[in-house]
């Protein structure tokens, strides 16, 4: 069973930056895996907001992240990371990573698609405000 251990949440003023790690259990390698960043804020659904290839660093945002988040990995460290700058108080929300195994090139376009992942974090807390 594939684990995933977040974090890097915490508290962060409206404007400010944060970056998320997302570490996947050793024993499985990040380069057979799509791995995406979701997040879920109270009486809202799960929303994907990135994904990355583990094979060659394809990657993917949701509208209202693309150009303030940075989605990368890190193959020798089995790790994959989600720089968030210029943060709003909307997006206050525990966010989660997730893995599947990788997807055939023609089907990458599911990747910000939660029901397509098997495996996923525990989760971590981000809040902004004041």
């Known amino acids: 069973q594939l684990q995933l251990v977040e974090s890097g949440g915490g508290l962060v003023q409206p404007g400010g930056s944060l970056r998320l790690s997302c570490k996947l259990d050793?024993?499985?390698?990040?380069?057979?895996?799509?791995v995406g960043w979701f997040r879920q804020a109270p009486g809202k659904e799960r929303e994907g907001i990135s994904c990355?290839?583990?094979?060659?660093?394809?990657?993917s945002y949701t509208d209202s992240v693309r150009g303030r988040f940075t989605i990368s990995k890190e193959n020798a460290k089995n790790t994959v990371y989600l720089q968030m700058n210029s943060l709003t108080t909307e997006e206050t929300s525990v966010y989660y990573c997730?893995?599947?195994?990788?997807?055939?090139?023609?089907?990458?376009?599911?990747?910000?698609?939660?029901?397509?992942?098997?495996?996923w974090g525990q989760g971590t807390q981000v809040t902004v405000s004041t």
């Open positions: 990355i290839s583990g094979t060659d660093g394809w990657t």
């Open positions: 997730a893995a599947r195994s990788r997807f055939i090139t023609s089907e990458q376009y599911k990747c910000l698609t939660k029901e397509e992942y098997s495996y």
């Open positions: 050793d024993a499985f390698s990040l380069r057979r895996y799509h």
